[in-house]
């Protein structure tokens, strides 16, 4: 009896926590960014403004949700679903400690690669069915920069995959006992975050909304909790590349002394915080600069490193 | 890319400079005396209205929201019988401050005027008179001004000559 609910207990479990941190990042990154601008941000609603979050939370549910009339109305409904499912999705295979995971596939990495690349019809569906220049122009280039940075995103892995001797998410964390793989594979920590950065559409590599000149994008005919869920979506996706992070080069749950769930949770949070630094500090790159970088310079270095990754655990055998 | 590296690394040195923010309500940020806020009719220092209702500050006025009616007092003395500013037009140009040749119309560095009923901006001259003198506190119009009213002739102003006899012959 109790085998049977236990999956379905870990499920909630995981559900209940990572769609209230994607809620309570909205207030993280607000707070974070005014740290480093020297500001306060939200602090007065509740402790600490804590209370932002229950705030704008029901602005957005009580917001008009408007569907122009312009749009191709089902695509534009299933849109922004789409970005919420394959994020959640994918946290199916994510090890938050031993044991505790929803399935532990054993090409857990390729399913992930494969739903953060679902996310992409999201927006390219938004940018199409919105109807909109604007909008069109946001998809065209969210779809042109998943393409080219999935591409190195899935090299950069590999070197992990080698390393490890296998795609499966827990196999990859035990195998890190004893060093962590982010020293062997420094290149290829370095190439994923930039992938992952570029995946999750957050700024610097925010083309796809980039509001100053697309007026937000492949999200600009969206309102209510329709564009709340891109929010949501968009957060979700940076706790989980985040938690890959943490997975696949920081040990995941391996940590002295407290318990494994913790170190996973602060290995996470931190990526989480340095995505929000990058926000905060890093100009947004010109399209063909974002183009050319990830073709002529990120993927050739994911090819390197994957060749001499490759050619040294070769030459050890 | 080192440069990108050493922005976010400046930015996050950040992360322990002070924080600008001031928190408002409990804390006030500091105003120039000299700072465009609500605007008051100020008074000389003997206790008598500044303003003589000449009607240049309404002139002046980009959004035309002063509105007066100049009237005289026994002693000849010209005074506004009633002075209106609609403050939900008043963009504090300080442009009225300006025109006016007697001081009597000054901004002060006060901005907090919220009001729940954009009737209540309207404010009549009782709400704009204040006691003092305001930013120039020795000036008083009437006793530097040539014109003759109760108790000070013509020729009786501060640094006034008497006025020319033109009936007499000499210098
Ligand atoms: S501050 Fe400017 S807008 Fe306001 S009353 Fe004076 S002249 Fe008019
Ligand atoms: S406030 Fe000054 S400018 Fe306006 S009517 Fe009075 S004296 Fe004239």
């Known amino acids: ?317 | 890319m080192l440069s990108l590296v050493r922005s976010l690394w400046e930015v996050f040195r950040h992360a322990f400079a002070r924080r600008v923010t001031v928190q408002y309500p409990e804390q006030k940020a500091y105003l120039s005396p000299r700072y465009r806020g609500r605007i008051v009719l100020t008074r000389d220092p003997d206790g008598g209205e500044r303003c003589v209702a000449c009607n240049l500050c309404a002139v002046a006025c980009p959004v035309d929201c002063i509105s007066l009616q100049a009237t005289e007092d026994e002693h000849g003395r010209r005074y506004p019988e009633f002075f209106r500013i609609n403050f939900s037009r008043c963009i504090f140009c300080g442009f009225c401050e300006e025109a006016c040749p007697t001081y009597a119309i000054q901004l002060t560095p006060d901005t907090e005027m919220g009001e729940y009923k954009r009737k209540n901006l309207v404010y009549e001259k009782e709400d704009l008179m204040i006691d003092g003198p305001g930013k120039y506190p020795d000036y008083n119009f009437w006793r530097v001004a040539g014109v003759a009213i109760g108790g000070k002739d013509k020729g009786q102003a501060e640094k006034e000559l008497v006025p020319v006899d033109t009936h007499s012959l000499l210098p």
């Open chain 1, 1 to 317: 009896m109790m085998a049977k609910f236990l999956p379905l207990l870990v499920i909630a479990v995981v559900l209940f926590v990572v769609l209230n941190l994607a809620a309570g990042l909205i207030w993280v990154e607000r707070r974070l960014l005014a740290l480093w601008q020297d500001r306060y941000g939200p602090n007065r609603v509740g402790p600490f403004g804590l209370g932002q979050i229950v705030a704008d939370s029901i602005k957005l549910f009580t917001k008009e949700d408007w569907i122009p009339p312009f749009a191709d109305k089902p695509v534009f409904v299933l849109a922004p679903a789409i970005v919420v499912a394959t994020a959640l999705i994918s946290f199916a295979v994510v090890p938050f400690a031993p044991g505790f995971v929803i399935a532990d596939l054993n090409v857990g990495i390729l399913f992930l690669l494969a739903m953060s690349s679902l996310g992409v019809y999201s927006v390219v569906l938004a940018g199409w069915s919105s109807n909109n220049k604007y909008s069109l122009l946001g998809g065209i280039r969210a779809s042109a920069q998943m393409m080219s940075y999935e591409v190195f995103m899935g090299l950069a892995l590999l070197g992990v995959v080698i390393l490890a001797g296998s795609f499966r998410l827990t196999d990859i964390v035990e195998a890190q006992r004893g060093m962590w793989f982010v020293i062997p594979q420094f290149l290829g920590f370095i190439l994923f975050l930039i992938a992952g950065v570029a995946e999750t559409r957050r700024l610097p590599f925010d083309l796809a909304e980039a509001e100053s000149e697309l007026i937000a994008g492949f999200h600009s005919e969206y309102s209510g909790m329709k564009f709340g869920m891109f929010f949501v979506g968009e957060y979700i996706g940076v706790i989980l590349i985040s938690a890959t992070i943490a997975l696949l080069f920081f040990g995941g749950w391996l940590g002295p002394v407290l318990p494994p769930a913790f170190w996973f949770g602060a290995k996470t949070m931190f990526f989480i915080c340095l995505f929000i630094l990058f926000r905060a500090g890093l100009p947004r790159p010109r399209f063909d600069q974002l183009m050319s970088w990830g073709w002529k310079v990120l993927l050739p270095l994911a090819l390197i490193n994957l060749l001499v990754t490759g050619a040294v655990v070769l030459a050890r055998r």
